[in-house]
């Protein structure tokens, strides 16, 4: 092998292909597809986020979209009582201020759920992140000041320096530096001691403990920062969007980012991000064919878990395997 | 305090609580002796309330239509077993998860294509549709009193069955070890299938007993899953008294929280900040309960033995 193996080029062409094509669609004219690019590379932010603990941690968390919205919903609120007043502590348009409450809101429930939710492993991990999503989604469904579940139109985009988010290529670049920057974050996590401890409790937990290691401050670590990262993207998403809405953190919307890593590889940094292409893609194709386009995506999908093997990733490095129980 | 208001509430959590277990004890059993977690059971609960709503149309009788449901969920049950769920068994959690999510995709749409995208009704014969007075000025509708009947019959029957028959013997002895019971002579595929066919039945039949109260609508099966999950949480997965009891407390906790916690915060807080908290709080209750007993007990109150 040479300095960048095949996982190494894919990374490559795919990410100049993300940073060029989508200007250059704009210029001729195509802004659709800008738009299309930007919730792709936000939607892949959150996909990495959860593949650090999904496929490295092993942690099969399926709620990892309440994290995207406590993101937007720290954006949308200071905004909502900057315009409508109230709560004058929070109103604010200002970006820093709304991505540290992002960060601080997200950290501090992955800490608080995380802390609860990795005393547990396996299936019942699965089924109780599951909840804990459910309950933000239900939290944020019955404030009807925010909208309740019609959600809530943001008057104005987060104010930055230097950077407009009023200007589609501007927010489609910064989300696209924080995509690089979030790829980058777990590429050394996942190759520093810290990384090697968390695979490492991935595939022999007891034996770490035996070798002194608290695996489960770890994991805790981990999931808080995978927590933060999908917060982050949050926050992009409620910009992009102008709006929020329970939705955006609904059930479904973890099963899709899971759908994403899976898709595309799990435990590979790039691997997300290719599932989150085909899924933007495969969605707006599928769209545009039928409003019932749920129905071949769910076949596929389960085509996929039947067939498949191990994503488009294990497709490209030629190694992919089912996921196979290492206990039977 | 209003007690009337709180013996009829105490009686909708009651109701509320044995339907969750109708939906709970599938999902357990399912897991319980197949280690299959399946996503797609609210959406099997949802079919159920839509195949007897036509039904009832066709028949005219409600009754008759969920006589002629039940073999439909169970034909259900079997083939989303035959063709899905039994080339899953062998793989890991996450797979079942994906599969059964794509699973709920074609059912939550094939239901839309098929009944559209508004709710049905389903009207009740007269003699379900009235008001029994209990006493004094407690009045409550006769289907509830049905419904909480049901699910204590069904509750009852499941327990003899699991306990004290030769199937449920089966199934007790699959759930500690799958290839001891294979390697004895039984037909462990089949037996799978009918637990699966089993789970299906008893989902439809809390979608066909809450379809009159609610109509049959697209979204109650993702609505109904989570709180099953919740339930089969708190109360160990696996378990079937763990799910009946959870069942119960969660129908309660949730049902009085709703109408309640707004009385109860009012007597330390301001009016205002009573109003505006307690529906929040009481919309996260169950969570909070369910974090709360994890805290303490991670594998819930009655964990099965261990395999």
């Known amino acids: ?328 | 305090m209003d007690y009337t208001l709180l013996f009829i509430q105490t009686l909708n959590g009651v109701q509320l609580g044995l339907l969750l277990f109708l939906v709970a004890s599938g999902l357990t059993l399912v897991f319980g002796i197949l280690d299959f977690v399946n996503l797609a059971h609210g959406s099997i609960y949802m079919i159920g309330a839509f195949v007897c709503a036509s039904l009832t149309y066709w028949s005219g009788n409600f009754l008759i239509a969920v006589v002629l449901s039940l073999p439909v969920m169970a034909v259900l049950g079997y083939l989303i077993e035959r063709v899905i769920a039994r080339r899953l068994y062998a793989r890991d959690h996450l797979d079942h998860v994906l599969g059964t999510f794509g699973l709920i995709l074609v059912m939550d749409t094939s239901a839309h294509l098929i009944w559209g995208p508004e709710g049905i009704a389903v009207p009740l014969p007269d003699w379900l549709n009235g008001q029994v007075t209990l006493f004094a000025d407690v009045v409550v509708p006769s289907f509830r009193l049905l419904i909480i009947a049901t699910g204590l019959t069904i509750a009852a029957g499941l327990f003899w069955l699991v306990n004290y028959t030769r199937l449920g013997m089966l199934i007790r002895a699959g759930a500690s070890n799958r290839t001891m019971v294979a390697a004895l002579g039984i037909d462990i595929k089949t037996l799978f299938s009918l637990v699966f066919a089993l789970g299906a039945v008893l989902a439809g039949l809390a979608g066909m007993l809450v379809a009159p109260i609610t109509e049959a609508s697209i979204s109650m099966g993702g609505e109904i899953i989570i709180t099953a999950f919740v339930v089969i949480i708190v109360g160990g997965i696996g378990s079937m008294k763990g799910a009946f009891i959870a069942a119960l407390m969660i129908g309660l906790i949730d049902t009085l929280g709703r109408s309640f916690l707004g009385d109860i915060f009012q007597l330390f807080m301001s009016q205002d900040a009573a109003e505006t908290s307690a529906p929040a709080i009481s919309a996260m209750l169950i969570y909070i309960i369910m974090a709360a007993v994890l805290a303490v007990r991670p594998q819930g109150l009655f964990p099965p033995k261990v395999r």
């Open chain 1, 1 to 328: 092998m040479g300095r960048l193996g095949k996982a190494g080029w894919v990374t490559l062409i795919v990410m100049l292909a993300l940073l060029i094509l989508p200007p250059v669609l704009l210029w001729s004219g195509n802004e659709f597809y800008l738009l299309l690019a930007t919730r792709l590379v936000i939607l892949a932010i959150a996909a990495v986020s959860l593949n650090l603990i999904l496929g490295y941690g092993g942690m099969v968390s399926f709620g990892h979209a309440a994290f995207i919205g406590i993101g937007a919903y720290a954006m949308g609120i200071p905004v909502y009582h900057e315009f409508y007043g109230g709560l004058p502590g929070v109103a604010s348009t200002n970006g820093f201020f709304q991505l540290a409450l992002a960060v601080g809101l997200s950290a501090l429930f992955a800490l608080i759920t995380g802390a609860i939710s990795l005393r547990t492993k396996g299936v019942y991990f699965l089924m109780i992140t599951m909840a804990f999503g459910q309950m933000v989604f239900f939290l944020f469904q019955s404030l009807s000041e925010y909208g309740g579940d019609d959600g809530l139109v943001i008057e104005q985009r987060s104010e930055l320096p230097l950077v407009s988010f009023d200007n589609p290529l501007s927010l489609y670049l910064t989300s696209y530096a924080v995509l690089v920057a979030v790829m980058l974050l777990v590429w050394l996590i996942v190759n520093s001691r810290f990384g090697m401890v968390l695979r490492g409790a991935k595939g022999n937990d007891q034996r770490l403990i035996t070798l002194g290691y608290n695996t489960y401050l770890y994991r805790l670590t981990a999931y808080v920062i995978a927590g933060v990262i999908a917060g982050v993207a949050g926050f992009l998403m409620a910009n992009f969007a102008s709006f929020i809405s329970p939705d955006m953190m609904g059930w479904s919307r973890s099963g899709e980012l899971m759908f994403m890593v899976i898709l595309g590889g799990a435990a590979s940094v790039i691997g997300p991000v290719l599932g989150a292409a085909a899924f933007v893609v495969i969605q707006e194709v599928l769209s545009s064919w039928t409003v019932y386009w749920h129905l071949p995506f769910g076949i596929m999908l389960i085509l996929i878990v039947l067939y498949g093997r191990g994503g488009v990733m294990g497709i490209i490095s030629g190694r992919g395997s089912a996921h196979r129980r290492p206990d039977e």
